[in-house]
DNA sequence: ATTGGCACTCCAGTCGTTGGAGTGCCAAGG
DNA sequence: CCTTGGCACTCCAACGACTGGAGTGCCAAT
């Protein structure tokens, strides 16, 4: 059967090119891998996967390199995840274990997913969007002078201050606070926002909400919608850039500015957050003219890994197994250490 | 005078070389700036502040490029700190009015540093010892459980929950609050640590402070005393590491290691915090062993430019009287923001 | 102290040359 | 029909020789 073996060659060239970082040739392959053929036979082959655009020849007569589509193929078929070692994931388990606070988490996954992969780390801090909602507190600081705050499930904790016309004593204020937390308790923020919503409306007939409950509501919706803080993405092991050698100012500058554009991360670690699995965008395959060069490596995490998403930056000539496997790993165990904490 | 002259030839070395980046001649130099004499004077010129070190010459027949002994006197006795112009400042102005929180204003500052200075820019979160304590609230959240809120003048926010052994009622927690206040509102961190520290201690033979009040100030300290957030600095515009061209692995790697490093950036700005001015590290002059090819200009912000810092790090071979304009022009309208608000 | 003249140095770029790795194709063998 | 050895061909990358030009240092003259 040719095509299994065309596979085989297929695989054999990107893992070769993976490590050496040169063209492979025909009868380099058939040396380090024991395909029992010869080098014309391989010949034969290369020829046809370059024809079907899985591989590209840099020049007549130089070796062959997998093309995006070759990685592609790679990756969706020929490549098995590579397991993390127990020694690993012990690793990760002890570094993360020591968080003390969101952003020690964060950081510290950053730092992490950079060292493991020896790639550009990027981790996006939980979505406000779509956490829940796991208390409001409303206190009074004066009679008219309220201190609202927001715990939600990511850890974060938002807090406002409110201003009201008139006094409110003690009795209003436990029946506010019960009753928006009736409301929002549990819910995802966009749920939360809606039920708050319809309490000041009076949705069915009740007499019109209070003042006082209009405009706390109306706070506390406003410190739910400020999405701002979702645009927060940390980047880290920016130095494994400079394995890039060669084309420097083509490629790295490029990277570089686009790195530091959190919004463009952002758009790209979204595409990461749906569904349960790790996400490859190789080469151009996405949007950002800037990243055309290299492939992302990306995942949710947090509950139904839909929290927020990390993932890493490299060029499309990476090891694409071992990098799924640590950037899983990785989103794993900041996952449990969120839900613990 | 031949001195005076000398030293104009160093000025005129020294700008022609960050300008060109390339070792500048005696020919060039009489063509470029109107210096009254032949290029052979000024051969003897560059000859003599060879001899003393302000100049090296890469081969033995090519320009002069000037050591860091020669940037430092440079920077210390030719160079007139370019005065920002009116457009420059409106947009400093009007790009950090924009700001919403303490976390805005760091990041635009950084932006607006790496933008103004073409180089890396580094900024220093206010440091938490060296805030005053602005207010802080104590609310019950049930009946054994106690919501400390911390405001500092930096505008940072810091908040604990105490559990309590016991019910505490209003008057108590009034009580408290305001001793709590009386002794700490308007105090630099250490200062207020000490007064709460007294106040339980009862120090002058009262009796012993109730154990709420003993459990609530503990709490306080903790917070006032956990440093950690006091690392935290942000860095940006690495993107202009490109333009370092040549000596990429040897170079740029480093480099963006420090950077990494964020213990090592706050050692380089703490240095900068003393004495209003900007300060300018060249070369080797500085402890940390990665950075000796390159330079830090810096300079502290916030009241009495104390609060923390922030600086640009590039090659030594940069222009001076511009950055250290930006650097000290960006420093103080920080300042002014983090004032206001 | 300054200057023109002059010999000297040395890098950087250019141009052939060459060796080796790799290919494509073909004809022979399973 | 697939595989294989042989062979001619291609082309890069490395090396070395060459050379022009920019720059210097020194010296004698002013």
Redesign the pocket.
């Known amino acids: 059967m040719?095509e299994e073996?065309r596979l085989a060659v297929l695989r054999a060239i990107v893992e070769d090119y993976v490590s050496t970082e040169e063209?492979?040739?025909?009868?380099?392959l058939v040396e380090r891998h024991h395909l029992?053929?010869?080098?014309?036979?391989i010949?034969?082959d290369?020829?046809a996967l370059?024809e079907e655009g899985y591989l590209h020849?840099?020049?007549?007569?130089?070796?062959?390199v997998p093309t995006d589509k070759g990685y592609r193929l790679f990756v969706d078929r020929l490549s098995t995840v590579k397991p993390t070692t127990s020694a690993e994931r012990r690793a990760i388990a002890g570094f993360l274990e020591g968080a003390i606070d969101l952003d020690d988490v964060v950081n510290r996954s950053v730092r992490l997913l950079a060292q493991l992969t020896r790639q550009v780390a990027v981790v996006q801090y939980p979505t406000l969007s779509r956490s829940t909602v796991r208390h409001v507190e409303v206190v009074a600081l004066a009679p008219t002078r309220l201190l609202l705050v927001l715990i939600l499930s990511s850890g974060r904790v938002e807090q406002r201050l409110v201003e009201l016309d008139a006094d409110i004593d003690d009795e209003a204020l436990g029946a506010l606070r019960s009753r928006i937390n009736l409301a929002a308790t549990g819910e995802v923020i966009a749920d939360a926002v809606t039920a708050l919503d319809a309490l000041v409306r009076g949705a069915d007939g009740t007499p019109p909400a209070a003042p006082a409950t209009v405009a706390v509501v109306e706070t506390l919706i406003e410190a739910m919608s400020d999405h701002r803080s979702d645009e927060r993405v940390v980047v880290g092991g920016t130095a494994n850039l400079a394995r890039f050698g060669d084309s420097f100012e083509t490629s790295v500058r490029p990277l570089l500015e686009a790195l530091e554009e959190h919004v463009v991360l952002l758009k790209l670690l979204g595409e990461a957050t749906t569904g349960g699995a790790v996400t490859v965008r190789i080469g151009a395959e996405g949007p950002i003219q800037e990243l055309a060069s290299t492939s992302v490596v990306a995942t949710g995490y947090g509950p139904d890994d839909a929290l927020a998403a990390l993932g890493i930056v490299g060029p499309t000539r990476m090891d694409y197994p071992g990098t799924m496997a640590a950037v899983r790993a990785v989103a794993r165990y900041v996952s449990r250490i969120l839900d613990e904490s």
């Open positions: 040719q073996r063209p492979v040739g025909s009868k380099a029992n053929v010869s080098p014309a036979t010949r034969n290369m020829a370059e020849q840099p020049h007549t007569s130089a070796g062959r």
